[in-house]
């Protein structure tokens, strides 16, 4: 059974930082593609980061420049590096697994490649 356990979230004011964890169960690195996606109320559910088993990433051009996914195998851990943040990226975030390669971006997030999910925390950035 695959489960993704995540923490980190919390406030923080414009410009500063934070960094998410996903402790992962039953997943390999070395097979699995990871993920981090958010959603903003009323709004839709879009990919932030994503890495794949040969560790190529890629963002969305929202974070591109202030963002950084990455892993450690030996924790069994995913992380989000989150700098300057911004009120916009308010959301409750989300890592996700799925097997091999996910073959569209982050610009072009599709939910169906993406069948394992975290809970969700919450990060909120004021001005």
């Known amino acids: 059974q695959v489960q993704l356990v995540q923490s980190g979230g919390g406030s923080v004011q414009a410009g500063g930082s934070l960094r998410l964890s996903c402790a992962t169960f039953g997943v390999s690195y070395i097979s699995y593609s990871m993920g981090w996606f958010r959603q903003a109320p009323g709004k839709e559910r879009e990919g932030v980061a994503g890495?794949?088993?040969?560790?190529?990433?890629d963002y969305a051009d929202s974070v591109k420049a202030r963002f950084a996914i990455s892993k450690d195998n030996a924790k069994n851990t995913l992380y989000l590096q989150m700098n300057d943040l911004k009120p916009e990226d308010t959301a409750m975030y989300y890592c996700?697994?799925?097997?091999?390669?996910?073959?569209?971006?982050?610009?072009?997030?599709?939910?169906?490649?993406?069948?394992?999910w975290g809970q969700g925390t919450q990060v909120t950035v004021s001005s």
């Open positions: 996700a697994a799925t097997y091999h390669y996910y073959t569209r971006t982050m610009n072009n997030y599709d939910p169906t490649q993406w069948p394992y």
């Open positions: 890495i794949r088993p040969d560790g190529s990433t």
